[in-house]
């Protein structure tokens, strides 16, 4: 069956360095994977989107890569910030489908 | 962007008895999805619900624990019927606004605590 595994332990990480997130996936091919981000007693919120024709893809101070060989994707956030610190969330999708398959999440606690 | 109104944000509830969460949408959309986090574990769906049809619900999950309203394109309902404490999760709506399967917006969930 489709599995997504992200880190379920923490990252905690000094203020100014980069955070990386790591989202791996087994017996899937996706047509694109998805990033959010989840603050505590709210709803995922979209962060970017790679298509897997892709390799990389860059917003702000966040880039993600996708590796469809490796059947990953990593998620940078450079010069972190406290308040960067959120779980987040990696998400798989066809374009056939609304269907998205999410992983757990990983939390993310940035050190001031 | 959408913006989603969940209600309510939390609730606890006996054990046997229903909650309805109502999810508002500020714009007309095609497709809202109700999905279940159970803690520490990912998001998974529950259904999707057209305007005009019945919702369509992925394996595991039921109508009649599950019953779906969907009245307009700006409004749905969840109920979960029956309560019991392995109930107890976090419920969202959420809905794909551009409708490119490309972006889902969120709403702020449903805490539920079933005693």
């Known amino acids: 069956s489709q599995k997504i595994e992200q880190n379920s332990e923490a990252l905690n990480i000094q203020e100014g360095k980069t955070a990386t997130l790591t989202c791996n996936y087994t017996?899937?091919?996706?047509?694109?994977l998805q990033w959010y981000r989840q603050d505590p007693g709210r709803g995922p919120v979209f962060l970017l989107l790679?298509?897997?024709?892709?390799k990389e893809k860059r917003k702000e101070r966040l880039k993600v890569t996708f590796d469809t060989t490796l059947k990953q994707s990593l998620f940078h956030i450079t010069a972190s910030q406290p308040a960067d610190s959120a779980t987040y969330l990696c998400?798989?999708?066809?374009?056939?489908?609304?269907?998205?398959?999410f992983g757990s999440g990983t939390r993310l606690l940035v050190r001031p | 962007s959408a913006v989603i109104s969940q209600k309510p944000s939390r609730d606890i509830c006996q054990r046997g008895t229903s909650l309805t969460i109502q999810c508002q949408v500020d714009?007309?959309?095609?497709?809202m999805f109700w999905y279940r986090q159970q803690p520490g574990q990912s998001l998974t769906l529950i259904a999707t619900?057209?305007?005009?049809?019945?919702?369509?619900?992925e394996s595991g999950f039921v109508i009649d624990k599950f019953p779906i309203s969907r009245p307009n394109l700006t409004f749905s309902t969840l109920t979960v019927s029956n309560l019991s404490p392995e109930d107890s999760s976090i419920y969202l709506c959420?809905?794909?606004?551009?409708?490119?399967?490309?972006?889902?917006?969120f709403g702020s969930g449903t805490q539920l605590s079933v005693l």
């Open positions: 998400a798989l999708g066809e374009d056939s489908s609304y269907k998205l398959i």
């Open positions: 619900a057209n305007q005009g049809s019945e919702a369509t619900y």
């Open positions: 017996n899937y091919s996706p047509a694109y």
């Open positions: 714009s007309q959309v095609t497709m």
């Open positions: 959420s809905v794909d606004w551009m409708a490119t399967n490309e972006k889902l917006f």
């Open positions: 790679i298509r897997e024709n892709e």
